[in-house]
């Protein structure tokens, strides 16, 4: 069974400051792939990263990073001077073939303040 | 219209109606999905259509019924709910025929729905 773990459920920043979202997750599947959303309080999941099992490369999107480590089975979410429409709950989620579907972390809800 | 658009956006509805709630995709894709999104609960899947064909069913009370005449849509039909059915409900639709969800799955914003 796949399982993921935000073991964060909030976190509160003050603006510009760097905050990490944890993603640890679990599968016996050798290949399977990550994702992070992010769901502002409009409701709708925004895509905003899918990784493949093989490719450890860490990724930078502007102020967003992402930390893949399969030795720690983690997926971490970097947002480097955060800003107040960062706040947001953020989701990370799993999916194989072999699965068949995605499960979903829980989320966690940043609010970045002024 | 782009991406995934659903409606209405807000519903509310007594526990005897029947209503049915709409999404459609405009992204080519050939799998779509409903999740249940209830208050301090994760993301709960409830059906995936592939190629129009359902290929998941994730243990969804009967009154919850859906359908999909095309690969761009798909409905929700509600009927007899009840309060506890109350909750955010979100399609999604993704590239992979198979609906395995390995490929991204891009979210509509929603319908909050709730119960009276």
């Known amino acids: 069974a796949q399982k993921v773990t935000q073991a964060q459920t909030e976190i509160s920043v003050v603006e510009k400051e760097d905050v990490t979202l944890d993603c640890v997750y679990e599968?016996?599947?050798?290949?399977?792939?990550l994702f992070w959303y992010k769901q502002p309080p409009s409701g709708e999941l925004v895509f905003l990263i899918r990784?493949?099992?093989?490719?450890?490369q860490n990724e930078i999107s502007g102020r967003y990073s992402w930390n893949f480590q399969k030795s720690t089975s983690s997926f971490n979410f970097t947002i480097t001077a955060s800003q107040v429409v960062d706040s947001a709950v953020y989701f990370c989620?799993?999916?194989?073939?072999?699965?068949?579907?995605?499960?979903f972390g829980d989320g966690t809800t940043l609010t970045v303040k002024p | 219209e782009t991406g995934v658009t659903q409606t209405p956006r807000h519903l509310v509805m007594g526990m005897t109606n029947k209503k049915s709630l709409k999404c459609e995709q405009h992204?080519?894709?050939?799998?779509m999905y409903w999740y249940k999104q209830s208050a301090k609960k994760p993301l709960e899947l409830m059906f995936v259509?592939?190629?129009?064909?359902?290929?998941e069913n994730n243990s969804v009370p009967s009154r919850f019924s859906p359908e999909c005449p095309n690969s761009s849509h798909l409905f929700l039909h509600l009927h007899t709910l009840q309060p506890e059915d109350s909750a955010l409900y979100l399609c999604?639709?993704?590239?992979?025929?198979?609906?395995?969800?390995?490929?991204?799955?891009?979210f509509g914003p929603g319908t909050r729905l709730t119960v009276l």
């Open positions: 999604a639709s993704s590239q992979d025929p198979g609906g395995t969800s390995t490929d991204t799955q891009y």
């Open positions: 992204l080519g894709h050939n799998a």
């Open positions: 259509y592939s190629l129009e064909e359902r290929v």
């Open positions: 990784r493949n099992s093989f490719d450890e």
């Open positions: 989620a799993l999916s194989s073939s072999r699965a068949g579907k995605s499960t």
């Open positions: 599968t016996r599947d050798t290949t399977y792939y």
